[in-house]
T-cell receptor, first 113, second 117 residues
Framework: QKEVEQDPGPLSVPEGAIVSLNCTYS??????FMWYRQYSRKGPELLMY????GNKEDGRFTAQVDKSSKYISLFIRDSQPSDSATYLC?????????????FGQGTILTVHP | GAVVSQHPSRVICKSGTSVKIECRSL??????MFWYRQFPKKSLMLMAT?????????EQGVEKDKFLINHASLTLSTLTVTSAHPEDSSFYIC?????????????FGPGTRLTVT
């Protein structure tokens, strides 16, 4: 079993739709949860960061973490064609693993006009 | 914001040759940098953690003699793929821990696409 599971999609939605992206994980030591956006042939760009359980909102993006279920989500409201990219969840534990990120496979999202 | 650059962005080399990839933090000092490898439509796999002034820490299964990492300054880490073979063809991405040093604060370079013929 992979440490982090993410549905690779692809996911295609119309402009203006609400998008839900999810990851599950098995390592209970993970404390830091990130979402990255990666455009084709580019490096990942940090979108959202959450520590432990809870919700975090930033503009059209909302990140949720449920540590009891080992499940994290990213919601995109009013999706735009410019949101078309691969979305990667990433997680990190503290302690000796500080800073080491474990990534999900990435979900390919296409928002069509 | 913090910017990380990589050079070259794309390189093609012949089997058996060595290739060096540079990762630079442009506007901040990075005591720790990370090197990842990404296959098409696959996730990023951490290869090694590079700490300034000390030996890199390699992940299980990564050959340290094949992937040489040097972090000689606070703004530069290099990855050298020695005696490259076609199976080493991949997208190599570095990241640098940001100025605050937080676990989540990593800034990624644009990546280097290596093709070994």
């Amino acid at each position: 079993q992979k440490e982090v599971e993410q549905d690779p999609g692809p996911l295609s939605v119309p402009e203006g739709a609400i998008v839900s992206l999810n990851c599950t994980y098995s390592n209970s030591a993970f404390q830091y949860f990130m979402w990255y956006r990666q455009y084709s042939r580019k490096g990942p760009e940090l979108l959202m960061y959450t520590y432990s359980s809870g919700n975090k909102e930033d503009g059209r993006f909302t990140a949720q973490v449920d540590k009891s279920s080992k499940y994290i989500s990213l919601f995109i409201r009013d999706s735009q064609p410019s949101d078309s990219a691969t979305y990667l969840c990433a997680m990190s534990a503290g302690g000796t693993s500080y800073g080491k990120l474990t990534f999900g496979q990435g979900t390919i999202l296409t928002v069509h006009p | 914001g913090a910017v990380v650059s990589q050079h070259p962005s794309r390189v093609i080399c012949k089997s058996g040759t060595s290739v060096k990839i540079e990762c630079r933090s442009l506007d901040f000092q990075a005591t720790t940098m990370f090197w990842y490898r990404q296959f098409p439509k696959k996730s990023l796999m951490l290869m090694a953690t590079s700490n300034e002034g000390s030996k890199a820490t390699y992940e299980q299964g990564v050959e340290k003699d094949k992937f040489l990492i040097n972090h000689a300054s606070l703004t530069l880490s290099t990855l050298t793929v020695t005696s490259a073979h076609p199976e080493d063809s991949s997208f190599y991405i570095c990241s640098a821990r940001g100025p605050s040093g937080g676990s989540y604060e990593q800034y990624f370079g644009p990546g280097t696409r290596l093709t070994v013929t």
